[in-house]
């Protein structure tokens, strides 16, 4: 049985490319991504506010990747591989840093009543 995993990234635009950013980012990039094996769905979400008093909230946008797989190696090298061969280029709207992260599903989760 594939095991479930969520693939965590934090973006912000270039100042004043916002716009530009977001629709290459909603409109293109994230059908790439979920266009890889192993990858079943992608939603990107925009910060709202700190829960944790100072706590830094330096990124402005996340993206949130689900993936189901018995090989997270060699679905991550596939997305590598793609961005690698020019065919997933990264548009200059971009910001830095980008940080991103994968977790592996460790818990069930917990529904209210």
Known sequence: MAKKYKM???????EG???EF???YQNTHLAQIVSIKSFVQAQRFRFHTSIVPGSPD????MAIYDIETDDINAALG???DLAAS????LPESMGQPIIGAVYEEFGEAVKAR
Do not use: E, I
């Not at 965590?8 to 270039?14: I, S």
């Not at 020019?86 to 280029?89: D, N």
């Open 58 to 61: 330096s990124s402005r946008y």
């Open 17 to 19: 490319k916002d716009k």
């Open 22 to 24: 977001n629709d290459w």
């Open 8 to 14: 965590v990234v934090f973006t912000n635009a270039v």
């Open 86 to 89: 020019g065919r997933m280029p």
């Open 78 to 80: 596939a997305m590598n």
